[in-house]
């Protein structure tokens, strides 16, 4: 963030790789049922993105001191490979990062999942960064949900995030890696389908008007999003997936 | 093949206006009279819920398949594979079970935080389990246990099926291995129509 560079972010209303100011980066996919042993699982593709997300659950609560007579216990992992991308990442134990990402991203996942309907037990969502290119965090919880989905977890609504950022003085949707790191603002965000924002983190320096403006933006775009997750379960459960295994 | 309903409803959909019944706390629930998802399902034309996935939780009744792991007191702790375990107590009982012994049984009460009394105890000797997503179970079973029987005079195996998703087969390993591939082309295919006659004509192959 707010790194020197003689980079032109954005030239003529394109953005470095030639997409709009609040276009999604390309390819935008997103499958279920993509792990044989899992409960739940989803993979996404976005942009140069590569994350796997799995559910496991719910099960017995161990150690057993941590169950909950009146709740499930939900537990967030974000990991990144240690090839992932070109910084080092995952030696040995988890990072400070990839701690507060698990937390921020299992705080969003608990508020959408039903604890009270299946207490004393616990449910983990794993979520493993094969490739890095900005927007994990958002990206790996849209997957996240799918899993969940996927895992058949009781849930209230399904939720989904994207990053608004503001680069080069405009405000952009789903910022990259260049962008992040020569950007002025990014903003990751996630809300469920009542608009209730589940996450929100920002570093760099926006206005008020500013901010407004892109949660506002998150907010419209993010219904893509859910059309995305609703498209991915629809191809797994009509069987659309089991005539590709066939062919 | 076909898919078994028409719309599929995602959590947060609306389903249908009026109450949501009891026994599907964890497939709807209920937000101002309306039915709200709460997992993947569809409807058939009739109007029934048919979930798509859903998890475990014991219900009075409910057939369990399930391996002894453990001796508290005088009672036996049973593994479900899920996140609730079963117990034999001692007193509803004259049997006397080991470790890794397999028991069909079914679920008389439900104790608070999940826990279950077993009732109706059966040791199965022998054969072998196999673990299916809890909420195919009701597809493998079938219409008035359809499927399962079926299965069971084609192959010439024994099956006991828990809707916790432990299956119990016995039979010639040949017989066994048939099973259990039609067992995953049920799971597999579980939201499809017309399934009875694909696995038919699988096992006769």
Known sequence: MGMESDIELIKDGKRLDGRGLYEFRKPLKLEV????????????????????AGVYGPKQVLPRHLEDPNKAIVRAYYMMGTFSSIEEHGRSAPSRRSLELSMVIGNALE????????????????????????????????AAVAALMNAGIPLRDIAAG???GKVAGEIVLDIGKEEDMYGEADMPMAYDREGNLLLLQMDGKMTVEEVRRALELGWEKVQELFSLQRRAIEAYYRGEIEKKLSL | ???????????????????????????????????????????????????????????VGDPIVGIVEDKRGPNFVVDTGTAYSGMILARETKGIFRRDDVVFGKVARVEEGGTFILGEIRKLIGGRIFEVPPSKVPRIIGKGASMVNMIKEKTKTQIYVGANGYIWIRGSPKATIKVMNAIKLIVRSSHLRGLTDRIAKMLEE
């Not at chain 1, 042993?37 to 796997?52: F, L, M, P, R, T």
């Not at chain 1, 969502?125 to 849209?142: D, F, I, N, P, S």
Request: aromatic letters at 8%.
């Open chain 1, 33 to 52: 049922g993509v792990l044989e042993d899992a409960d739940g699982s989803a993979y996404i593709h976005w942009g140069g993105n590569k994350i796997v």
């Open chain 1, 111 to 142: 508020s959408i999942i039903r604890v009270e309907e299946i207490p004393s037990t616990m449910v983990d969502v794993y979520m493993v960064v094969l490739q890095a290119e900005g927007g994990t965090r958002v990206a790996a919880l849209t």
């Open chain 1, 162 to 164: 994207v990053a608004v």
């Open chain 2, 1 to 59: 093949m076909e898919f078994i309903g028409e719309k599929i409803y995602l959590p947060g959909d609306v389903v249908f206006e009026g109450k949501a019944p009891r026994s599907l706390e964890l497939i709807v629930y209920e937000k101002d009279g309306k039915v709200i998802a709460s997992v993947p399902l569809t409807l058939t034309e009739d109007k029934r819920i048919i979930p798509l996935e859903s998890v475990f939780k014991p219900k």
